[in-house]
């Protein structure tokens, strides 16, 4: 009986799929489009490439967000931002800095006027995955590290509903060994290192979203909190696991280890007083 239930729960912790892991799962490398910029001030990109999903970090300098339906937002090296799409909006060195340069789909960079210099090294602040140097950049230029996320299915959507237009952390709070690890990977020219960088990118992800829900004031959903609650999140992970079995309160308080009560109470705290 005892070997039952433990391979029950067993199954219930590493099988089930909860909100960040839906929202990640299927989009790693595959949809993930790490670049890198360095910024000589003063300077400021319009970002119309239509993603869901972004994330930007300073390893130098600063860079503000100006989402232009929100207030502007500072993020300072070491800070990390998430921005959600697929409406544009400017990353600068000043919000008063009027952008030269329009970043479309695929990083691909245009000026104003619609002429694709993506290739010109003379006008794109582009550098490559494997670099650069720390000696190569300019004095008071900025570094910004980002991807951006093509993000589908109804829980990343619902995910992504309960984000402000941009979550940004500060360093104290974001600050961890997948950041600091980042900033010392773009630095660097060794084999499999895109590799490398695309899953460092997805860990901060999930990091950074953790971070942001774990706030009281990020007035997380009852359902993203419900899955990491012991009672309801098995429940809830099961339903996911096997949609077609026509669940009953009884099969899945069951299965959880409690009673039809206890399990209904606890899923109306969660999940029915919130959003």
Not at 228 to 251: E, K, Q
Request: contains cysteine.
């Amino acid at each position: 009986m005892f070997g039952g239930r433990g391979r029950m729960s067993e199954r219930l912790r590493s099988g089930g799929v909860d909100a960040l892991a839906d929202l990640l799962d299927g989009v790693r490398a595959r949809s993930a489009a790490f670049c890198q910029v360095v910024l000589d001030p003063p300077w400021a990109m319009r970002i119309a490439d239509g993603a869901p999903l972004a994330l930007a970090i300073p390893l130098r300098g600063h860079a503000w967000l100006v989402p232009g339906d929100v207030d502007p937002v500072l993020i300072r090296t070491g800070d990390v931002a998430v921005i959600k799409g697929p409406r544009h909006y400017v990353v600068a060195d000043d919000p008063g800095t009027r952008p030269t340069t329009v970043v479309r789909p695929g990083n691909r960079l245009m000026t104003l006027d619609g002429v694709d210099i993506t290739a010109d090294q003379r006008l794109s602040p582009f550098t490559s995955a494997l670099g650069p140097q720390p000696g190569d950049v300019p004095d008071g230029a900025a570094i910004i590290a980002s991807g951006t996320y093509q993000v589908t299915g109804d829980v990343s959507g619902r995910l992504l509903a309960a984000l402000p237009r941009v979550a940004a952390l500060p360093r104290e709070q974001a600050r961890s060994p997948i950041t600091d690890l980042l900033a010392a990977e773009v630095t660097r020219s060794e084999p499999g290192q895109q590799v490398v960088l695309d899953r460092l990118l997805d860990l901060a992800l999930i990091a950074t979203l953790r971070a942001w829900f774990a706030r009281p004031e990020a007035d997380a959903p009852g359902w993203y909190l419900a899955h990491g609650d012991p009672l309801v999140g098995p429940a809830l992970r099961m339903i996911h696991d096997d949609p077609a079995r026509p669940w009953t309160v009884a099969a899945l308080a069951a299965a959880a280890g409690a009673s039809r009560a206890a399990l209904a109470r606890r899923f109306t705290a969660l999940v029915g007083s919130r959003r």
